[in-house]
């Protein structure tokens, strides 16, 4: 461990958490595994292991299941006055932003993204999108209904809590998807056993802490972090779960769907994109090539809304992608502890090999690098920033999610050429256009089936904009209003009169 991170200089903190195995959350108590089995994280700027975590398997997910149904059944959050649920909500948010920089470094260190990134994304992200659930709160509101004949009954409806809840969550931004996880089900009253990924599980485990702290009661959020084949999947096939929130393969994704299936328990589902970003003549190139770094080559490609499909209009096609290759080209990869690093690693040696891999196939299939286009030194998980042009449909480079810092650039003619080029993927998260002609922009985002559509902008989140997909990019929607309704169900109440 301490080679791991004695050359980072990082704060006190982040160093004694990294100094004994982390345990699991469990009815608000830090537990071993039932096994007394512990996995390795690694930093994947190095390859070492920052510590060992707690492996929770089937027997410790039916105890955090329990834990949970009992804190939902007893009702200390359920039953809590919103008002002061939306308080402990909001003191969370606080004691993140409070402890802000050591969350960064946890995210560098786990994750492998540069601090500098993780201080103005990531937390800050998550801490807005508590503060914000926090306010829903209050807010969580039926309706009166109005019935054919009046007079004659009384009809409203309440939104419940769904109850309890099963989230499984990825490792590109492993907080922010806590919080996007977290914050919902908080908010409506539910009770939440969640998973991490392997790969990211430190964030998490910290915010469990602060989540004791800001006086959440026990047993309504449990932590337990494990193998997605084990601990996610015995989550996702459990009896006594109501809902399972998934974010991350459409291949997982489909299997939790099966795992669902047992008891009929609701399903949202935010998986993989491979988003298509249009930039049009008339906009402004400068702005469109800035933009289109930005859509693939933020949080190293490693977004399931990158815009890793760059359609450029004929005649500037040759522009933009010598603008887009010198931007590749600027990136400074390297350890995310480095100020000077743009883009740190990869997630893991397997991340590594799968992008390296569609690097491979795309280029034995005759296309063409423009930037980049290999793994970068050999130590740690670096690739690239990698444009590719000369590619043609049926290559796996310009229809398989490569989730890594490859874009793939494509001239087209004519907006109805570029809709149909757009929309035949098998993904509908996101998309981009650029143009400075609004009318053709908003004619564009109604032909586009994707969740998002962003017009001369990319990437642009926030706690109250909806977020998911269309088609195999998953269902439900994360964050905004949307996201209650995921959490809550309907109660009509008929009163005869
Ligand atoms: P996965 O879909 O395997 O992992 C996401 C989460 O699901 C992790 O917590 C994982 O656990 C868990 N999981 C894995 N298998 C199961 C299962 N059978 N039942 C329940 N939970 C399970 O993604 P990978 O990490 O393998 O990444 C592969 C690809 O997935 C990426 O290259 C990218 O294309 C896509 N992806 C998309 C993301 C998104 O934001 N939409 C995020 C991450 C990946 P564990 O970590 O232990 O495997």
Request: neutral net charge.
């Amino acid at each position: 461990m301490a080679t791991a991170i004695s050359s980072v200089g990082l704060e006190d903190k982040v160093t004694s958490f990294m100094k004994k195995d982390r345990k699991m959350l469990i009815n608000g108590k830090w537990v071993e595994s039932i096994s007394g089995k512990t996995f390795p994280t690694y930093n994947p700027a190095t390859g070492e292991v920052l510590v060992r975590v707690a492996e929770g398997d089937r027997e410790d997910i039916d105890l955090a299941v329990k834990a949970a149904r009992a804190a939902f059944e007893a009702g200390p959050w359920r039953k809590m006055s919103p008002s002061d649920r939306g308080k402990a909500i909001w003191r969370l948010g606080d004691l993140l932003e409070k402890n802000l920089e050591e969350f960064a470094e946890l995210e560098m260190l786990d994750n492998g993204k540069p601090l500098k990134i993780a201080r103005v994304a990531d937390v800050p992200l998550a801490v807005d999108l508590f503060r914000y659930m926090a306010g829903w709160a209050t807010k969580i509101e039926g309706n009166t209904i109005p019935f054919a004949k009046p007079g004659k009954y009384f009809a409203y409806t309440v939104r419940e809590p769904i109850g309890v809840v099963g989230q499984v969550i990825p490792w590109n931004f492993p907080l922010l998807m806590a919080a996007w996880k977290l914050g919902p089900a908080l908010a409506t009253g539910c009770c939440v056993v969640l998973k991490p990924a392997e790969q990211t599980p430190l964030s998490a485990l910290r915010l469990g802490e602060l989540i004791q702290e800001a006086g959440i009661p026990d047993g309504v959020v449990n932590i337990v972090p494990g193998y997605g084949e084990t601990a996610g999947a015995a989550l996702a096939a459990h009896p006594d779960v109501d809902k399972i929130a998934f974010t991350g393969s459409t291949e997982v994704g489909k299997m939790i769907l099966q795992a669902a299936a047992g008891n009929l328990k609701k399903v949202s589902l935010e998986l993989g994109g491979k988003s298509p970003n249009v930039v049009f003549a008339d906009g402004d190139i400068d702005q469109s090539v800035a933009g289109a770094s930005m859509a693939i080559f933020f949080n190293h490609g490693q977004c399931c809304a990158a815009g890793s499909r760059l359609y450029v209009e004929k005649s500037i096609f040759d522009k933009v992608v010598d603008g887009v290759s010198e931007q590749a080209k600027k990136i400074k990869v390297g350890p995310g502890w480095e100020q000077s690093s743009d883009m740190g690693p990869l997630v893991s040696e397997e991340q590594l090999k799968r992008v390296c891999g569609y690097l491979e196939s795309g280029i034995s299939e005759g296309a063409k690098a423009t930037a980049g286009g290999q793994r970068k030194g050999d130590k740690g998980y670096f690739v690239e920033p990698t444009v590719l042009v000369n590619t043609t449909e049926k290559m796996k480079v310009v229809k398989e999610e490569i989730f890594g810092p490859v874009v793939v650039a494509i001239p087209f003619s004519d907006t109805s050429e570029v809709v149909q080029k757009a929309n035949d993927n098998i993904y509908g998260l996101a998309s981009g256009i650029w143009t400075k002609d609004l009318s053709k922009a908003h004619k564009l985002a109604a032909q586009i089936r994707a969740g998002t559509v962003w017009i001369n902008c990319y990437n642009v989140f926030d706690a109250a904009l909806p977020f998911g997909g269309y088609k195999q990019s998953g269902w439900g929607r994360e964050m905004g209003h949307d996201a209650l309704e995921m959490y809550t169900e309907t109660k009509a109440v008929c009163v005869g009169l």
